[in-house]
């Protein structure tokens, strides 16, 4: 190599600066104040700015990177990990997580003498509390920022778990949440060092990145464990044989699923942890991931005078995402009125992007209510990919249609719990092997062919209030209009012919 090269190099040390660096620099006055820098504020500064194009729109957040989106860091990130934040989405665009280039804002400093307005972050700050009758938001050093027009966008925080929080500092140095991009840098530095790692929850977060870095073993030679306590993947939303069939999908990706159980104890053994669970069998691992969902952040609620939700968590917002005048909330600590489906709160990108939206147009004034839905979707491996829309919970009733094998046109499958007599279910040869959870039977092409495609419609007083799209794509506003009418079908495979999902 050239002379360059062999000089030893000094370790990179990461500065990181507030921006601006002192509070004293930020404008203490502003038209449109957005606390948190997620995605819920990104769409309310996107809305506001068409809306009101010369705007001065100032974000708030505790985070040091620009606004970025989240979802690609349990999935297409893992797949090209470069030194930069950029992924290739599915159909082979590279894009970056940061939602907008870096010169799209404007310096903090300078947003209230620029005259066409714009977009600011002030990184690095957090704010402690709304005065809501002095329209101000007070920071955590007692900085004041007065505003016309406020939203509340403190997203969620990542739960962990007490054995984990409680267990020693070694232990505790080799567990991980993941959330941010400063999350997946430290995680993704610590994996390339190890050869296995368990994945605690069964949820999205845990079976997304369970996938994901089972395939990212392939180059790195990683170990995955996923231990939850469902009997099987997704098992919170999905109906219990096709939770049962995701799962043998995840574990054809390499991941050696655990179903079932728990983590009982852990402690520190020559470097490794050590994880018992329930059944006292134990597992050696460089490093544990906990993912057991989130908490709404309503930090800000008891200071400020805030009404926080008692079931659904999250600040209480009426339809309009109002929780007092000229204080919005939007994203996922919002819990609103939603004029079809009754109070909810979601935790997904698009309901962030969507109540983010609603939110910015109300801030200029528009008084619209919550009335359009929200999707998500999610993806475990090349076999499984679906998107979702209301209510998709599988302690609701729910009836199932499937493209089935080619002998047999399609397939129904209506769960055990499920109300309605109305739909009529086609015999089902495999039925055994997904109703008994813990059998793990041979893998068959047409147990494989059974669950490949088709729709799921899940139940509430017999009315449809949640489909599933399974492997069916761009069809998610016929189903979003399905919602919205809120009736009972007499067949709901007259429904799901909707969805061409022979095709
Ligand atoms: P957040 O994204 O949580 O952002 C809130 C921000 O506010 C944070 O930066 C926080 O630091 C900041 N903040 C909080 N309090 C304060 C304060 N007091 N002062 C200053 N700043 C504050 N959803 C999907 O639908 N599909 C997916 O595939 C998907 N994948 C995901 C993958 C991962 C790894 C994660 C973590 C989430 C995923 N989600 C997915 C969920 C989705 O990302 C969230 O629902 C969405 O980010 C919510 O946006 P938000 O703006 O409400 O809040
Ligand atoms: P989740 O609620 O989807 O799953 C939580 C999992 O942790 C479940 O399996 C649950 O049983 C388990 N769990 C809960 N308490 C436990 C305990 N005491 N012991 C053991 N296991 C326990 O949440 P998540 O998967 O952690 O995701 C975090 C957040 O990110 C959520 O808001 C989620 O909606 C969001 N997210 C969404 C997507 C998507 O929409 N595709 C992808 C990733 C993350
Ligand atoms: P986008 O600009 O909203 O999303 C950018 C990235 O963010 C995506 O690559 C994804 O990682 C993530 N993301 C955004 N919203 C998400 C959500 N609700 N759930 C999970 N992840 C989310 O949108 P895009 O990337 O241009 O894609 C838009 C459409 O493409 C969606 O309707 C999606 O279902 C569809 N899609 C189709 C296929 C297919 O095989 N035909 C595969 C994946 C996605």
Redesign the pocket.
């Known amino acids: 190599g050239s002379k360059e090269n062999t000089e030893p190099k000094l370790p990179e040390k990461k500065v990181i600066v507030n921006v601006p660096p002192t509070s004293k620099e930020i404008p203490n006055k502003v038209p449109y104040l957005l606390i948190g820098g997620g995605t819920a504020s990104f769409a309310a500064f996107r809305a506001i700015k068409s809306h009101d194009p010369k705007a001065k729109v100032m974000v708030i957040t505790r985070e040091h990177q620009m606004p970025y989106m989240r979802?690609p860091l349990?999935k297409e990130i893992w797949r090209n990990v470069g030194s930069d934040l950029k992924f290739k989405q599915w159909n082979g665009a590279e894009r970056s997580l940061f939602f907008e280039p870096d010169d799209f804002y404007i310096d903090p400093t300078k947003l209230l003498e620029s005259p066409n307005g714009g977009v600011s972050i002030v990184r690095g700050y957090t704010v402690k509390a709304i005065d809501v009758s002095g329209k101000k938001a007070i920071l955590s050093d007692g900085t004041e920022i007065e505003y016309d027009e406020c939203l509340l966008a403190t997203g969620?925080e990542?739960?962990n778990?007490p054995i984990f929080t409680s267990a020693s500092p070694a232990v505790q140095n080799k567990v991980s949440v993941f959330k941010t991009i400063d999350d997946f840098q430290k995680v993704k530095k610590i994996l390339d060092e190890s050869n296995s790692v368990a994945i605690?929850?069964?949820?999205?977060?845990?079976s997304?990145l369970a996938c994901a870095l089972a395939k990212y073993r392939d180059v790195k030679k990683l170990t995955v464990h996923q231990i939850?306590?469902?009997k099987g993947n997704m098992g919170?939303i999905l109906p219990e044989y096709l939770s049962q069939w995701s799962t043998e999908r995840v574990k054809e990706e390499g991941v050696n699923v655990i179903p079932n159980t728990?983590v009982k104890s852990v402690e520190l053994e020559s470097s490794k942890v050590k994880l018992k669970l329930l059944d006292n069998s134990s597992l050696l691992v460089d490093h544990v991931i906990v993912?057991?969902?989130?908490r709404p952040d309503v930090k800000l609620a008891e200071e400020s005078g805030l009404e926080v939700d008692n079931l659904h968590g999250g600040y209480l917002v009426n339809a309009e995402l109002e929780a007092r005048r000229h204080l919005f909330v939007a994203g996922?600590a919002a819990c609103f009125f939603d004029v079809k489906l009754g109070r909810r709160r979601v935790?997904?990108?698009d309901h962030a992007v969507v109540s983010g939206r609603l939110a910015g147009e109300n801030m200029v004034g528009k008084k619209k209510p919550f009335v359009h839905q929200s999707m998500?979707?999610?993806d475990l491996g090349p076999r499984v990919g679906y998107e979702a829309i209301g209510l998709v919970d599988a302690t609701l009733p729910t009836v199932g249609v499937f493209a089935k094998h080619p002998e047999i046109e399609s397939s129904t499958k209506s769960d055990e719990n499920t109300e309605t007599s109305s739909t009529e279910s086609l015999p089902n040869t495999d039925n055994a092997s997904f109703t008994e959870a813990t059998v793990v039977q041979p893998k068959t092409a047409s147990e494989i062919d059974n669950y490949q495609k088709g729709v799921v419609f899940y139940l509430k007083d017999e009315k449809v209030v949640g489909i599933v799209l399974w492997n069916v794509f761009n069809r998610i506003n016929v189903a979003r209009s399905i919602i919205a009418e809120a009736k009972k079908y007499d067949d709901l495979n007259e429904v799901a012919k909707l969805f061409e999902i022979h095709a």
Do not use: M, N, R, T
């Open positions: 979802p349990s969620s990542p739960e778990l605690i929850g069964g949820g999205f977060l845990g997304e939850f306590h469902e919170k728990q993912a057991v969902g989130s996922d935790e997904h990108h998500f979707w999610s």
